[in-house]
């Protein structure tokens, strides 16, 4: 079975920054693509980020380009996403989601993904 776990959620004011943070574990599974999504309260869960992992490419969502960044950690099994210039329309749930199997070009739908972290609260005040 495979776990991500999502770390370093927190409160911070507009204009801060945070860093997220997803670690795998459980049996070794072979990742394609790495994404971060998000839900705020009373709307759907959108894509914020993605990493093709093998070529290491990253896809960003517009409102989040120039703003947010997706990286990895080989060695600690660990995703991150640095999230600057924080906005209070970025508060949300953030989830971390991985694919296991070849991927289509396609990284910003839900269903492209096999596994979801639990998620990690964001909050962003004015």
């Known amino acids: 079975q495979v776990q991500l776990v999502e770390s370093g959620g927190g409160l911070v004011q507009a204009g801060g920054s945070l860093r997220l943070s997803c670690a795998a574990s459980?049996?070794?599974?072979?990742?394609?693509?790495m994404g971060w999504f998000r839900q705020a309260p009373g709307k759907e869960r959108e894509v914020v980020a993605a990493m093709a992992w093998s070529s290491g490419i990253t896809f960003y969502a517009d409102s989040v380009k120039g703003r947010f960044t997706i990286s990895r950690d080989n060695a600690k099994n660990t995703v991150y996403l640095q999230m600057n210039s924080l906005r209070p329309e970025d508060t949300a749930v953030y989830y971390c989601?991985?694919?296991?199997?070849?991927?289509?070009?396609?990284?910003?739908?839900?269903?492209?993904?096999?596994?979801w972290g639990q998620g990690t609260q964001v909050t962003v005040s004015s």
């Open positions: 989601a991985a694919r296991e199997t070849p991927w289509r070009n396609i990284w910003s739908r839900e269903s492209e993904y096999d596994y």
């Open positions: 459980g049996r070794t599974f072979s990742r394609y693509l």
